[in-house]
């Protein structure tokens, strides 16, 4: 199976849900499954991915097709691609905030987005714990980014480096300092970390089995 064909197969069993895996009814003819995925005769054993009939070889090649890249590399690359998006992310926000002098907070889930689409791009397309972890992290520290010129220039004492030092903070610095407006921006934020996190997770893939056709189903899960 070629990684198009695994791809194909992928929206055919709908991985961003887990359906059952209980088995049809019983037929009256002789047993026969048909792999959904290569449409090939199955005339030993089966799988149900997310309650879809596979044969293995097919098991085998979508599951290494959705396994979440290993080594430091993958993540590496990931991580270049997140801060390119981040960086980017951050002077969108920053340049909307400058320009109209009114915080928009709905560009925080923009962000979200572009960060999630960066790491998920340099993760090949994939995702995993990890990845979720690292987009999250680049999501808020591009919004504590974008707020760090309009804190240093809030005030004569605040030296640059203290408003770079205070990054990490200054989501919630700013949150808490408007409240109580700051809630609504709280929650968009919130809701950008979520949008990261929801765009870099591995897709659900159900897998049961051996089932022999003709036999019991077997309550085994790979």
């Known amino acids: 199976m070629t990684a198009d064909d695994a791809r194909t197969a992928n929206e055919d069993l709908q991985f961003d849900r887990v359906v059952s895996s209980a088995s049809g009814g019983a037929s009256n003819g002789p047993p026969v499954a048909t792999c959904v995925v290569c449409k090939k005769a199955i005339d030993s054993d089966y799988y149900h991915l997310n309650g879809k009939v596979a044969c293995d070889s097919c098991r085998k090649a979508i599951q290494s097709q959705l396994a979440p890249p290993a080594g430091a590399g993958a993540l590496g690359l990931a991580a270049l691609f997140g801060i390119g998006a981040a960086l980017a992310g951050a002077a969108v926000y920053y340049?909307?905030?400058?320009?109209?002098?009114?915080?928009?907070?709905?560009?925080?889930?923009l962000i979200g987005w572009m960060v999630g689409w960066g790491v998920r791009k340099g993760a090949a397309g994939k995702g995993g714990r990890r990845?979720?972890?690292?987009?999250?992290?680049?999501?808020?520290?591009?919004?504590?980014?974008?707020?760090a010129p309009l804190y240093y220039a809030a005030g004569t004492e605040r030296s640059l480096l203290t408003a770079t030092a205070l990054i990490p903070a200054l989501p919630i610095v700013v949150s808490v300092g408007a409240m109580p407006t700051g809630l609504i921006s709280a929650f968009i934020?919130?809701?950008?970390?979520?949008?990261?996190?929801?765009?870099?997770?591995?897709?659900?893939?159900?897998?049961?089995?051996?089932y022999r056709i003709g036999g019991n189903a077997s309550a085994a899960k790979v």
């Open 131 to 147: 990845f979720q972890i690292l987009a999250v992290a680049l999501t808020y520290l591009a919004v504590g980014l974008a707020y």
């Open 95 to 109: 340049a909307v905030i400058a320009i109209t002098n009114f915080e928009i907070g709905i560009v925080a889930i």
């Open 189 to 210: 934020i919130f809701i950008g970390l979520r949008q990261a996190w929801t765009m870099t997770a591995a897709p659900v893939l159900e897998v049961s089995g051996p």
